[in-house]
Structures are given as structure tokens and as C-alpha cells.
């Protein structure tokens, strides 16, 4: 069934490729809308970040589990799995564990800390950074040593 409603997925050897990008957008979109609130005092702008980032901690708390199912099957060398896949899943976890602490303490104090902003501001850069480095070596991984994937795939010929 999934195969017939998307075929690239059928490929896959885990769903965790098709969870990673959610949390990416929602945590870059929840940091942009923050730093755009705190110049403006918009309360719409605050209210829509405080959601995106809880969409973004959920679903880095989803990508984060599936990673962690994942990893033991990955069909990587070990030389890959000690070098990249553990740097991505120390980077990738502690992105999760920020995002937790930031989550909650905007849930506290919401939808934005008032005493503390420029630390919470911080954490979201932080946040960031983490997940620019961690999603790095996960593009090594795949494109580099074809984690995650079917081995060698044949190319496409179009025209035939």
C-alpha cells in the first residue's frame, strides 16, 4: 500500500528520512518568528512561534525516536556508523533535549519569556546550530555512504 501511494518510500530501510525535515521547518520557522516578535511585540507573532515550536519539539522528539530505532539495522561500515551516525545522533539529540527545555519554559511563561528573552533567544540559535551540524553529517551519511537507502540504485532512463 505504501509503496503505491509513495513509491521512493519503498526504498527507504526505516521512516526515519521521512520524519527529519519536519522538525527542521518548524524549529528555523519558530526561531525566525521569535526574533521577528521580540523586535515588534507582536502578539500574533509570538503565539504562532510558541506553536511551531511545539509542532517542532514534537516532531524532533518523533525523529529523534525513529533515529534511535533505526540506527542498530542502518546498513553502514562500522568505520560510518563510529564516525558520523554517532556524532549525528549526540548533535540530534541534544537539539531535542534544547528544544524540550525551550518548549517548556515558553509553555511557563507564555507564549514568550519576558524575563530572560535574550537567553531564550540564545537557545534558539543554539537550537539551530545544533541542527545545521547534526543535519550535516546525516546528508554525509545518505549521500556519502548511502545510509538509509537501497544499495546502488540503478539510474533512471527517461525516454524509453
Known amino acids: 500500500m505504501l509503496e503505491r501511494i509513495l513509491p521512493g518510500a519503498s526504498h527507504l530501510q526505516n521512516i526515519h528520512p521521512l520524519l527529519v525535515h519536519f522538525p527542521i521547518a518548524f ?9 521577528l516578535a521580540s523586535i515588534s511585540a507582536s502578539d500574533g507573532l509570538k503565539w504562532a512561534a510558541l506553536w511551531m515550536l511545539m509542532l517542532g519539539a514534537l516532531g524532533a522528539a ?16 562500522v568505520s560510518v556508523r563510529h564516525e558520523l551516525l554517532r556524532n549525528h545522533k549526540h ?15 515558553a509553555l511557563a511563561t507564555r507564549p514568550m519569556p519576558a524575563r530572560g528573552r535574550y537567553l531564550f533567544l540564545a537557545g534558539l540559535i543554539a537550537v539551530m546550530g545544533l541542527i545545521a551540524a547534526g543535519a550535516d553529517i546525516g546528508g554525509e ?18 525516454g524509453k
Open 27 to 35: 524549529l528555523y520557522g519558530a526561531a525566525l518568528l521569535y526574533f
Open 62 to 77: 518523533a525523529a529523534v525516536a525513529s533515529g534511535l530505532y533505526a540506527a542498530p539495522g542502518l546498513m553502514v561500515s
Open 91 to 105: 548533535l540530534m539529540v541534544a537539539a531535542s533535549a534544547v528544544t524540550g527545555v525551550l518548549t517548556v519554559w
Open 141 to 158: 551519511m545518505v549521500y556519502g555512504y548511502n545510509a538509509g537507502g537501497s544499495a546502488c540504485p540503478q539510474p533512471i532512463e527517461f
